[in-house]
Structures are given as structure tokens and as C-alpha cells.
């Protein structure tokens, strides 16, 4: 099993940056990726940005638009989410994720087997 504890989210002006922090612990070693992914009241949730294990290779969603980055730190088994430019309409709880597939399915919800239990991201204008 693997757990998934995730930090830094709050309330912010319109233009602001917030850190997310996700810390991973557990059986580790069977993961390939950990991902960001949002939920925003009555949508469904959508993808944000993934980093593989190593933190070589990242991918992001196209409403990103450079404002957002993905790190991980591997000596603290934990992954970033490095917002900017926050607007309105990127208030949501934001999750973490983590999986065991191929890279090439990361932005799809199956499959990352482990989940946060999600951090508040309330953007104002």
C-alpha cells in the first residue's frame, strides 16, 4: 500500500501562487508516476499534471499554459505542484495520485491505483 498525504492549499487573490506538496510513503517502489489532478464543485475531475518517478519526464494539461509546475523531490518521496498566476476558475480540490502503469496512460483517473484525500485551492477575484 502506498499513502499519499497532501499540504499547502488555501485561499488566494486572483494572480497569486500557492505550493501543493504531496508526500508519499509506503511500498513506493512499485510506482512509475504521481500526477495532479483536480475536482471543481458539480464538474468532473480532470487532470493537471503528471511526473514519472525520477522526475525526468512531466506532462501537463493544456489550461496550464506555463503557469503550473510539477517536481519531486526523491530523497523526501514527495511531488510538487507549483501554481502561478492562479485565476478564479482554477478553484478546486486539487489531489494527488500515484500509479504503477505505462507513462502513456497518465492522464486518464484509472489508472493511478492511490489516492490524497485532497487539499482546498479557493482562488478569489
Known amino acids: 500500500q502506498v499513502q499519499l498525504v497532501e499540504s499547502g492549499g488555501g485561499s488566494i487573490q486572483t494572480g497569486g501562487s500557492l505550493r501543493l506538496s504531496c508526500a508519499a510513503s509506503g511500498r513506493t517502489f512499485g510506482i512509475n508516476y504521481a500526477a495532479w489532478f483536480r475536482q471543481a464543485p458539480g464538474k468532473e475531475r480532470e487532470f493537471v499534471a503528471a511526473?514519472?518517478?525520477?522526475?525526468?519526464?512531466?506532462h501537463y494539461a493544456d489550461f496550464v499554459n506555463g503557469r503550473f509546475t510539477i517536481s519531486k523531490d526523491n530523497a523526501k518521496n514527495t511531488v510538487y505542484l507549483q501554481m502561478n498566476s492562479l485565476k478564479p476558475e482554477d478553484t478546486a480540490v486539487y489531489l494527488c495520485a500515484a500509479g504503477g502503469g505505462w507513462w502513456n496512460v497518465r492522464t486518464t483517473q484509472g489508472a493511478y491505483a492511490y489516492w490524497g484525500q485532497g487539499t482546498q485551492v479557493t482562488v478569489s477575484s
Open positions: 511526473i514519472n518517478w525520477s522526475g525526468a519526464l512531466t
